[in-house]
């Protein structure tokens, strides 16, 4: 059995966490050197058998959680052990209750997307009761919802108003488990933590990418950060615990230790 131990990370650590994956990462690629470039998976095509049986399960099946997801919300995330690089997200998103939704986080919005990871949106309420050493962990989202970041794709801006104001004063605690922005065909390495965009380097989002997104959604995050700018989360400002590498430049990396496992039947 292998124990995951969270370590805050500074510009040393993050060379070496990025040499422990080179190896893999290099052995990968070699595996796949001769795919179609275009793949971004690796595997075979799914055999007409195969998508039978699955679309006999799929009208069999109630599959009510991901029938309770409401939402689609694309914005961006940055690594919190190397904030130079950020991808663009696809959350769907359910709630659970007033403080509390979870999300699944795809690299897009089309039939092939890749499940990157998870993450959960809590309340201000919910946040400031944490231990300290937790909220480390997780992100506010006032600042991507207010500059037009975040958006809810075919939404109209003013039937989406009042769940932005909800939304604006929570934070959220994202795991990826799936860097497909350094070409990794499945899911290599450990899971990783997720920020936020912020409003100073290095958590801003480039103006080509912010105008490719908007582009494909015939947005404009420019327009909806001044429909926004009145958007307050209730309290004056963001948690100080928030947004951690804030404060010192520095994020969190996991490292595997090996123990003894715990043996015995339930």
């Given amino acids: 059995m292998c124990f995951a131990r969270l370590n805050t990370s500074n510009k040393?650590?993050?060379?070496?966490?990025h040499t422990q994956h080179t190896h893999t990462h290099?052995?990968?690629a070699c595996t796949v050197e001769e795919m179609d470039s275009e793949q971004k998976v690796v595997g075979e095509s799914v055999p007409l058998k195969t998508s039978l049986l699955e679309r006999g399960a799929k009208a069999l099946q109630s599959l009510t959680p991901i029938h309770n997801f409401q939402q689609h919300v694309c914005t961006w995330a940055k690594y919190s052990h190397d904030m130079k690089r950020a991808i663009e997200t696809h959350h769907y998103v359910t709630r659970l209750n007033e403080d509390f939704l979870q999300c699944a986080v795809f690299d897009s919005d089309g039939t092939?997307?890749?499940?990157?990871?998870?993450?959960?949106?809590?309340s201000y309420k919910i946040f400031s009761a944490l231990p300290e050493e937790e909220r480390k962990l997780w992100h506010s989202h006032l600042y991507e919802i207010k500059h037009g970041l975040w958006i809810n794709p075919g939404v109209p801006e003013a039937l989406q108003r009042s769940e932005l104001e909800k939304l604006a004063g929570t934070y959220g605690k994202f795991w990826c488990t799936w860097q497909s922005d350094r070409g990794d065909k499945i899911p290599l390495g450990l899971p990783v933590l997720m920020m936020s965009p912020q409003e100073s380097s290095p958590g801003l989002i480039s103006e080509e990418a912010i105008r490719a997104r908007d582009k494909r959604y015939d947005v404009s995050?420019?327009?909806?950060?001044?429909?926004?700018?009145?958007i307050d989360v209730g309290l004056g400002a963001v948690h100080p615990s928030a947004d951690h590498w804030k404060k010192n430049g520095k994020g969190f990396v996991i490292e595997l230790k090996e123990v003894d496992m715990v043996k015995g039947s339930m």
């Fill in 12 to 17: 040393a650590q993050e060379v070496a966490t």
């Fill in 26 to 28: 290099a052995q990968m």
């Fill in 112 to 122: 092939n997307a890749r499940l990157l990871g998870v993450e959960y949106i809590i």
């Fill in 221 to 230: 995050s420019t327009y909806l950060a001044q429909t926004r700018a009145d």
